[in-house]
């Protein structure tokens, strides 16, 4: 933006002020690592002393966060296979085929990620209380799927569009059946998208609340949901630590998503260089 | 869908149309069967819900219920807080996505994962964050006190200014996001072309770049609002009573009061306000295409 940039003072302000804001995003992130490691959970900040008690406290005798994670991980596992089962069959309609009411299904997708997760929360525990389904991680996977499936979608249908289909035409004009393009072109291809939709899904599911506050019962419930109730009725100072592990996690996730991606670009090049090295095309589509 | 090459025929469509055809509704088969049980039948089963009586004849009890006493001054609280965060997500989106677009790439690229890595961060942690944040001895706080700001300590938890916090800080990655793609997209051809015959930074700011990232700017806000209304999470941890949020009573109606219909209620109307929002959106962007294309051409 060389003709909006404004006097020296100007910049100086701006970017101090878009530094604030980073804080502002950046600090309750930066807290909640350093507060697990305080030796007073609930008191000033920065803490006096460090310690490792919340963590040992994780996973001590009697407490709910073991149970917590492997519920929250079961669910998320189960609704990951879902979403992607529905991701890549609705990502090949929507890219590989002819669809009518093309623009409906496209609407349909997307509805989950823009209607109040409430209002779908709400509907789902009126279906499946009466089906006394309440409490059962096969519910609360099926319903963490609404939102998780979507996302899947979004993200296979950019991978699919970005593969070249003239590599899938080439081989089915050597005479390679529908299987054997899938298995040995499309799906090598649109392997780093499958990835990152898995992670997408697996993130979507394991930090969701709403669907997962009305499907829950005494018995089962998420990592969300128990902290969230440790914030609200017990005051446990544990929590700092299974946030702390939750931003790792996160970070973690990012990190693997980014990597697959980075692996995965240089691919479909090599592929494509055959191509224009012999002159006929470049991916943009100029003919030579 | 990849360009055809000049010359080369295209693929054979219309021979292979109605396999296609098959292939594409059996392809699309899960997804719409799985939403069509998992989410529009239960929003329907909700607004059935909202219109019956125990005895199971019509009625507009709930509705009448909903939009009375208690619960809508909840609804107007809902609105408030809505408006006020979307508000601050808009203005702090828009200084940090436009100091974004001006910065050298490593630096936006830095910049950016501090924007995107919270996205993913469940907002119950980043919530918690703000609680040890704002309390009367958190960083805050004892920040102002070292800098002798008078009245130190205040109050910036369980009250409306600790909940707009947490809820802006919440939403600000879908403004600044959104916004910085927008801004990306201006074309820089038209802001020189204004400088060439004469403009001073001021006007080209207020005459050129903002009509063109006003229709972005609109519905940013107009997303940030639509997503705070049915989000309860911040508001219940960090707010008061006069904080309560109408998901919120929703989640109380059904989980202590067994009240359903009066739920089903509230949430239809949640999606209305969406439904409204969402018109709005569509309006104000094709709006601003018509527009764009005005003034290039």
Known sequence: ???????????????????????????????????????????????????????????????????????????????????LIIGVTAATALTRSELPLRSAVYALVLGPLLIPQIVTALGLFLLFEPA?????????????????????????????????????????????????????????????????????????????????????????????????NSLTFDIDPSVTAISAILIAFAILALVLVAVV???????????????????????????? | ???????????????????????????????????????????FSTLFLSLKNADGSLTLHWYVDALTGVNLSVL???????????????LFGFVLANAISRLKPLWAGVAMLIVVVPHFISALVRTYGWIILLGDKGLVNEAMADLWVPGAPFQLLYNEIGVVIGTTSVMLPYTVLLLYGVMRGVDRRLLAAAASMGAGRVTIFRRVYLPLVAPGLAS????????????????????????????????????????WNGAAAQGVILLLLTFAGLLLVKLVTSFGASRKKRSTS
């Open chain 1, 1 to 83: 933006m060389m003709e909006l940039r404004s006097t020296l003072t100007g910049r100086i302000a701006l970017t101090a002020t878009a530094t604030v804001i980073l804080l502002f995003l950046a600090l309750p992130i930066v807290v909640i690592l350093v507060t697990s490691f305080s030796s007073n959970a609930f008191g000033s900040f920065p803490p006096d002393a460090w310690t490792l008690s919340w963590y040992k406290a994780l996973f001590a005798d009697g407490s709910k966060w073991p149970a917590a994670l492997s519920l929250s991980a079961f669910v998320a596992a189960l609704s990951t296979v879902f979403s």
């Open chain 1, 261 to 288: 991606r980075w692996l995965g670009s240089g691919r479909q090049d090599s592929l494509l260089s055959v191509e224009t090295a012999t002159g006929i095309a470049t991916p943009g589509g100029e003919t030579v």
């Open chain 1, 132 to 228: 006394a389904m309440l409490g059962s991680p096969l519910a609360i996977a099926l319903g963490h799927t609404v939102l998780a499936s979507p996302i899947a979608v979004l993200i296979l249908i950019a991978t699919l569009r970005g593969i070249d289909e003239r590599l899938e035409d080439a081989a089915a004009s050597m005479g390679a059946g529908r299987l054997t393009i899938a298995r040995r072109i499309t799906f090598p291809l649109a392997a780093p998208g499958m990835i990152a939709a898995a992670i997408f899904s697996f993130i979507t599911s394991f930090d969701e609340f709403y669907i997962s506050q009305f499907l829950s019962s005494v018995g089962t419930v998420t990592l969300p949901v128990q902290i969230y």
């Open chain 2, 76 to 90: 107007f609280t809902t609105l408030r807080i809505s408006a006020e965060t979307a508000l601050f997500s808009l």
């Open chain 2, 1 to 43: 869908m990849a360009a055809t090459l000049a010359g080369t025929p295209a693929r054979p469509r219309k021979l292979l149309a109605s396999r296609r055809t098959r292939a594409g509704i059996l392809y699309a088969l899960p997804v719409v069967v799985y939403l069509l049980v998992l989410f529009v039948y239960p929003i």
């Open chain 2, 220 to 259: 940013a806000g107009l997303l940030s609002f639509i997503l705070s209304l049915g989000y309860y999470i911040t508001p219940a941890l960090m707010g008061g009573p006069n904080q309560t949020m109408v998901a919120s009573l929703i989640n109380q109606q059904v989980m202590k009061q067994n009240q």
